[in-house]
């Protein structure tokens, strides 16, 4: 299995709502990811988890809120988020955080805030 | 000054070509990796090279240690191919991975 599952494919959500994104592997890699990624432009680091453990925060508003409750599950949750906040979020794995290693990229969440 | 740089940004091919995108590079770097997206989707790892030459079907990526560049080649180019390719790089320090703009391809039957 060289799957990264991600959940939802379509997510509308209104300003006051809270919802959850779902990312799953079990390909026993180390590293998760999570990307955001605007129209025709690269994707943007948000979160890296490494055995764990929150090692990266790209200075993300606190409107996104990351959790990885075990090896395999990253979840991304979503509180008051803006309009502007639409955008596809991707979710990644590799199996060491870093150095040679390839990335596994899930098919993203497609997220409209409305 | 991004870190990664592609050329060129968008390519149209006549179905049959052989395609050339170039990736270069400024930082230190263990590995590069070649990504393909298609409008609205997942990304798709090609493939991760530090060095020398790799071939996949018709995809062929080499990468120049020395000159900070890497070039992904496709042969026989197929509509199919029409897709987003990134270029992207990570290094031993840090765990991330840092993107080029990426080059839209669209292939013409």
């Known amino acids: 299995d060289t799957e990264v599952t991600q959940t939802p494919k379509h997510l509308v959500m209104g300003m006051t709502n809270k919802k959850s994104l779902k990312c799953e592997q079990h390909?026993?890699?180390?590293?998760m990811y999570w990307y955001k990624q605007k129209a025709k432009k690269p994707p943007e680091l948000m979160f890296v988890?490494?055995?764990?453990?929150?090692?990266i925060n790209e200075s993300v508003p606190s409107r996104f809120s990351p959790e990885c409750p075990n090896s395999s599950l990253l979840n991304l949750h979503l509180h008051a988020l803006q309009p502007e906040d639409s955008a596809l979020y991707l979710c990644?794995?590799?199996?060491?955080?870093?150095?040679?290693?390839?990335?596994?990229f899930g098919q993203g969440t497609r997220l409209t805030v409305v | 000054k991004n870190e990664v740089e592609q050329s060129p940004q968008n390519l149209t091919a006549q179905e049959g070509e052989f395609i050339t995108i170039n990736c270069s590079y400024s930082?230190?770097?263990?590995?590069l990796h070649w990504l393909q997206q298609h409008p609205g989707g997942g990304i798709v790892s090609l493939f991760m090279?530090?060095?020398g030459k790799k071939k996949h079907g018709r995809l062929i990526a080499t990468i120049n240690i020395q000159e900070k560049h890497s070039s992904l080649h496709i042969t026989a180019s197929h509509p199919r191919d029409s897709a987003v390719y990134i270029c992207?790089?990570?290094?031993?320090?840090?765990?991330?991975?840092?993107f080029g703009t990426g080059t839209s391809l669209t292939v013409i039957p």
């Open positions: 390909m026993g890699h180390r590293a």
């Open positions: 930082v230190g770097i263990s590995a």
């Open positions: 990644a794995s590799s199996q060491d955080p870093g150095g040679v290693t390839e990335a596994f």
């Open positions: 090279l530090s060095s």
């Open positions: 988890y490494s055995y764990e453990k929150l090692s």
């Open positions: 992207a790089v990570s290094r031993n320090t840090g765990n991330q991975f840092y």
